[in-house]
């Protein structure tokens, strides 16, 4: 009875192992489309609306879904502390680092928003709307790979962890 139990038991995990796996490559191209959203909806913010960045970044914080929306709400945060002596570059990496391992999104990603950081807050409206602009499509980019590896290795990961599971356990007996 206990070896069904533990046989049960690992291949549960094993199984659930492998769909956190492909939900992790699920989600990553969803993340992609609202970060990019988030970006244009920033380009508007500080062209159109000629918004202070603080302001414009939480207005974006608040019409994006988590996790991307806690990266521009701690980057509102961080620059509107009043103490504080950094630039609005230094504010924006660090709420980048901060929020990162919230999300499925990998290192192209990272660098095309730590890329942001020098011209956030910096420049003129019309050179920090061409680095957006830069940074969406590189973020779009991305997104159709994303799509390609969700196909391809979310399916493998759902049956590598099963089928691992099922070895252990006939290793086992």
């Not at 490559?25 to 603080?54: D, F, H, N, W």
């Not at 002596?85 to 924006?92: M, N, P, V």
Request: proline share 4%.
């Amino acid at each position: 009875m206990l070896k069904w139990i533990g046989a049960t038991m690992i291949l549960a995990a094993g199984t659930a192992y492998g769909f956190a796996q492909a939900s992790r490559y699920a989600r990553r191209p969803k993340e992609l489309r609202l970060l990019g959203a988030a970006l244009g909806t920033l380009e508007s913010e500080i062209v159109y609306g000629l918004s202070p960045l603080p302001e414009a970044l939480n207005r974006v914080a608040s019409a994006t879904q988590k996790p991307v929306s806690r990266l521009f709400a701690d980057a509102a945060a961080r620059m509107a502390d009043a103490r504080s002596e950094r630039t609005a570059g230094d504010c924006w990496k660090e709420a980048v680092n901060a929020a990162w391992p919230a999300t499925a999104l990998q290192g192209p990603e990272k660098a095309s928003l730590l890329a942001l950081a020098p011209t956030l807050g910096m420049t003129d409206r019309d050179d920090q709307a061409k680095h957006l602009r830069l940074a969406i499509a590189q973020l779009r980019a991305e997104e159709e790979t994303a799509r390609e590896e969700q196909a391809r290795y979310g399916k493998m990961w759902r049956s590598l962890g099963a089928l691992t599971a099922a070895l252990v356990v006939i290793l086992m007996y």
